[in-house]
């Protein structure tokens, strides 16, 4: 607005003091003015046209402005989430490292030891009542590590550490029906019924033992004691190492 009344004064001072514009008495003054006039609203036209454009184009620097600061912004979340990546995959690269680390220590500090066996390996086994109560279970489903001896029954520590060991006993009521579990020739846990008016019991026990490396574990029947088995698997002894110490 102040460009164009400024345009607007400066074309009425150039009127005024057109030289001659006194001395003009033949003239046709009607003409002049609508002369002057049409020129005043083609001026006028050019300056509504050019205050447009100067609106368009500070409209247009404002969007500029605010894309470059748009830009900038998302630039500078991108550096972030680019720097934040670079942190999560560094971590997650000694991640994996500890990983593989501990599996690669694992796999060395914890061999795989395991055996489970019970006692009859064909037919039907009464054991007991016997001088040498050991009981040797023949039929052998594992034994990783290669720990157990079927030909003895008894299970020989690899290495140091803590064991579970469990087993089961079944009997008839002619006889003490169960078992103990000898560490070194010494009783540790047990299984035990009476001779009683029903015809069989079962029953069973477990133990965590810390053993070291020779260690021997096995099965011994109470005095006067028996066990019965089949295939179907009713009395039997397992264990496993549970980590090295």
Known sequence: MELRALLLLTLLGLLFVEPGFGQRVDMDISEWLSDKIELIKNLEDKLKQLETRQNDSEALEAKLNATVDEVTRQKAEVDGLRKENEGLQTRLN?????????KQSGAKSAPQIAFSASLA???EIYR????????IFKRV?????????????????????????????????????????????????????????????????????????????????????????????HTTFSGFLVFPV
């Open 94 to 102: 000694a991640t994996e490292m500890e990983i593989d680390k501990l």
């Open 121 to 123: 390996n064909f037919g």
């Open 128 to 135: 007991g009542p016997c001088t040498d109560k050991t009981l």
């Open 141 to 233: 489903f594992s034994n990783t590590g290669s720990g157990y001896d079927p030909d003895t029954g008894i299970f020989t520590a690899p290495v140091n550490g803590l064991y579970f060991l469990s087993f089961s006993t079944y009997g008839y009521n002619t006889h003490v029906m169960g078992a103990i579990l000898m560490k070194n020739g010494v009783g540790q846990i047990s299984t035990y019924d009476n001779p009683s008016v029903d015809s069989s019991d079962s029953s069973s026990n477990a133990v965590v033992l810390q053993l070291a490396a020779g260690d021997k574990v096995y099965m011994e029947l109470w005095d006067n004691g028996r066990v019965f088995d089949n295939l179907n698997g």
